[in-house]
C-alpha cells in the first residue's frame, strides 16, 4: 500500500464533504467515507505502535475504539 494515497484521499474527502448538502451525498459516498476514515486510522494506530516496538494489531484496536467511542462526545453525530 502506497502512502501517497493516504496524502490525497484527505483532500478529496474534505472537497467531497465539503459541498454543504451533506444530507444529499448518497449514502453509499458516506459509507465509503467513512470506511476510508477506519482504514487510515487503523494504519496510522498500527504504524505508531510498531514505532514503540509493539504489536501492529494492538494499534489498529487502540484506533478502533478511538474512533467507536466517537458517538459518545457528540449525541447529534449520526453514522448513517
Not at 448538502?21 to 467513512?34: G, K, T
Not at 505508531?48 to 447529534?76: H, S
Amino acid at each position: 500500500m502506497s502512502w501517497g494515497m493516504f496524502v490525497l484521499l484527505p483532500s478529496r474527502m474534505s472537497a467531497l464533504l465539503a459541498t454543504g448538502h451533506d444530507a444529499a451525498l448518497d449514502p453509499a459516498i458516506r459509507v465509503l467515507v467513512y470506511l476510508i476514515i477506519i482504514l487510515v486510522a487503523a494504519k496510522l494506530g498500527a504504524e505508531l505502535f510498531e514505532l514503540v516496538k509493539q504489536p501492529a494489531v494492538l494499534g489498529e484496536l487502540i484506533a478502533g475504539l478511538i474512533i467507536g467511542n466517537l458517538i459518545l462526545l457528540d449525541k447529534n453525530w449520526n453514522f448513517f
